[in-house]
């Protein structure tokens, strides 16, 4: 994990707190305090300090990857076998196989502004909305049920990433595909992250380069455009 603040450059491994060096996700949430969710578990770290938790504090699995602050201040954190946690005040809610998730394999996660928490796993997209879970697979309209990530544009629509290079729209209850061209990356690509900038312009992170998203198709960047690796995790 590295921190840059202004021309200081600090490194933190394990020697200092860090559960684990492969750090998947990093997190800000609303009182300032940085997420990491890692191999080996998630840390809290504060004041210069990493606070742990792992399946000693009640996670289901250590092989974290997934991690988001919901908009009432829950903790969720998607693991790679071991399910969903919601982490609240005084409890760890687990969601898996056996209580309403397709998969323990859990990817992206995202909140909409309705409330709703979306779950990406290997075996389809999912929505939660405090009451049920609705699992969006093949059956509704997905290339692939392998979702990787999952976002809400600022005109309030959902877009979900798949394995293939699939990058999907919501529209009354059926995912299609915006572009022209039959794939929106290279096709053995995963997409794992979309983002919208304050321009209105989404972009997608995938396993095969950087797409700048647009109707007529995307624009792709990868070693040969400048970027430093063609595998982009955000």
Not at 150 to 173: F, N, P
Not at 180 to 204: F, H, V
């Amino acid at each position: 994990l590295v921190r840059i603040h202004g021309s200081v450059v600090e490194r933190f491994d394990v020697v200092d707190g860090l559960p684990a060096r492969g750090v998947r996700k990093i997190l800000i949430d609303n009182p300032g305090y940085i997420w990491v969710a890692t191999d080996d578990g998630i840390a809290m770290f504060h004041d210069g300090i990493f606070s742990t938790y792992t399946t000693r504090e009640g996670l289901s699995s250590n092989m974290t990857y997934g991690i988001l602050e919901d908009s009432k201040g829950g903790l969720w954190v998607g693991t790679r076998g071991g399910g969903l946690n919601w982490i609240i005040p005084k409890e760890v809610r687990k969601f898996n196989e056996s209580n309403g998730l397709p998969s323990n394999l859990i990817g992206g996660l995202h909140e909409d502004s309705m409330g709703n928490i979306w779950i990406c796993t290997a075996e389809g997209l999912v929505k939660w909305d405090g009451k049920k879970m609705t699992v969006y697979n093949e059956k509704h309209g997905l290339p692939s049920r392998i979702v990787g990530a999952v976002y809400e544009d600022s005109r309030k629509t959902i877009w979900a990433g798949t394995m293939g290079g699939q990058i999907l729209m919501l529209k009354d209850g059926r995912f299609t595909n915006l572009f022209e061209k039959p794939r929106a990356a290279p096709p053995n690509s995963m997409i794992r992250q979309i983002y919208e900038t304050r321009s209105g312009m989404l972009w997608a992170a995938t396993s095969e380069g950087l797409l700048k998203l647009k109707r007529g198709g995307y624009d792709l960047y990868t070693k040969k455009e400048g970027l430093s690796g063609d595998s982009v995790l955000s």
